[in-house]
């Protein structure tokens, strides 16, 4: 039983049209041989090489999506408006809206890579809008909704926009924000006034607390140190570290190129020599504009001229509370000063200067489909790349926040060494925590980044931003990866990446199975996993690895699986970690497909709603 594939329903670029009349179409106007991705049964990626129909890439995007309306099944009414333009190494990365008689369609975008007078790849979430719908709203009926979804008497209208969604009904998007810093979006039906959901959009880290480079614990190992209600003590004082502070305006101010770190009562220094105890406010704007400044410089230094490439606001100790938060309205950063003060923790001022990194490339970055999940990921492997890059740290580097975690009683705000695997263990629903599903993202691209090397793994990361939609899927990102990857460094570093992401879940590409067919040899023997009561456990992860030293490929014949369907799943890999077939569900008495090599590893993952009996091998055999 092959998986099913695990993606987000959404409605087909192509109702009318097969794969084979697209991929048909598509090849009679590339110059090179067209591949294309599905993911829910719309196409998600295109890849040729099509002549560009003007040596603007704006103009050639434009026309070339506007020529294939008919083969992606669009509305004829359809158009597409150009929101972006941004320079990435592979090329220019064009994003379009997609658009009915004028009205954009929610979260409906395309991105076109055009690079050397081609068009090479386009990245797409479209939809046909068979029926459109009437408003019986306005913008003023959505502003009244909005107010009264959404409590507190001071909220500062920002604006409505109207769209259209996916099925071809109004949708009225309203921003209101707040004194203390909510940036809300309210979306309301804009047919029955419903109130569809409402959410705050800024980017939030839990908890405060790095200083120096990155913070005292990780520098000195010391894990009884505490924040002292912002103490300064000779022990912290000797863990400051002399920096140079770059690219200042000269006005005095901690502002410069790429900061602004500001607060009331603000650092002033005409000598630009800013010396302060963590005792002293101060400090922690020196801390921001140092952090951020070299975060920045170090996407200049790989080639990124066009990655949040402005001068960052950062309201540096904005907030009583115990929380820091990115706000896209704005485009602002509030570091909070509960606990320890926030702007002392390196990590988490990179942390939040990540969603503003990821919202600057993309435009917006979506709050649906598991993007939650993965923009708290990418802010992570940010944070602990700069400071592995560049931070001396004693105590486990993989542990990020360990100051901060001290207001909490805690080790680590989170770690970068997950092994939670997905799907199964990537929460879903109300109470998910885009942060405990974030460290499989980051897990998943820090393993990558350890073999293919920081320079490398950081370059494909910021570079893979550009090709994805606002709302992408794990597998538009994963698969946005791997494309980048192949494209600048060549399929030997996408292998490397796609091992890591794969054995994460991330990825659920699967390798070329053997085509060796003569059986050399049968080892017969029941070969299963951990049990309880006759069944597996709830949130397992449980490996098995069978090696038949000289072996050239191997392959298992099952009595059977018996598995929570679309929840729990058995993966098999050889001993490199290459990914040859995935099971779910109940299927008795098949063999698998052959492996190469000597090595077959076969895994079981579960997730945490019920289990069942699990797997059972029972012969062997090589080729």
Known sequence: MRLPLLTALLIACAPESTPQDLHGTLSAQS????ALRFEGGRIATIQGSFPAASAIPEIAAVRFLEAQIPALGLHPETTFETLRIREGLRGTYVRLQQRHAGVPVHEAQAVVLVADDRIVEISCNLYPLEQIEGASTDAIDAEAIARAAVSGA??????????????????????????????????IDGTSGEVLTSFDRRRFVGGTGLVFDPNPIAQSGDTTLTDNNDAASPTLDALRIAVNLSNLDGSGDLRGTWVDADQSGRANEPTFDYSYDRADDRFEEVMTYFHIDRTQERFQSLGFIDVNARQQYVNVNGSNIDNSWFTPATG??????????????AEVIVHE?????????????GS?????????????????????????????????????????GLDCIRRLDSTNHYPEQWGTGFFASPHNNGEIW??????????VGGDVMDTIVLEHHFALTTNP???????????????????????????ALVWQGISQELSAPSGLSVVQNSIVGNITHPRIGGAYINNADHTVVITEPGAQGISAHFFGHDLQLNKDFVYLYDGAGNLYDIYTGLQLDFDSVVVPGDTLQVRLVSNGSGTDRGWL??????Y
């Open 154 to 187: 001071d909220l500062l209208f920002g604006g409505v926009t109207t769209e259209l969604t996916p099925e071809g009904r109004p949708l009225h998007r309203v921003s209101l924000l707040s004194p203390g810093g909510e940036d809300w979006e309210i979306q």
């Open 353 to 365: 200067y990540g969603h503003a990194v990821q919202d600057d490339q993309l435009g917006g970055w």
């Open 617 to 622: 091998i029972d012969q062997i055999d090589t």
């Open 442 to 451: 980051s897990a998943a691209l820090w393993s990558a980044r350890e073999v």
């Open 332 to 345: 602002e950063i509030t570091l909070g000063r509960g606990g320890v003060d926030d702007g002392e923790d």
């Open 368 to 408: 649906g489909n598991n993007a939650a999940g993965m923009g708290e990921g990418f802010s992570d492997y940010l944070a602990s790349s700069i400071m592995t890059e560049f931070s001396a740290q004693t105590y486990d580097p993989l542990c990020m926040g360990e100051w901060d975690a001290t207001s909490f």
């Open 473 to 499: 899927s794990v597998a538009d990102a994963a698969a946005a990866v791997l494309n980048t990857a192949d494209a600048l460094y060549g399929p030997a570093v996408r292998d490397d990446v796609r091992r």
């Open 31 to 34: 110059l090179s041989d067209v």
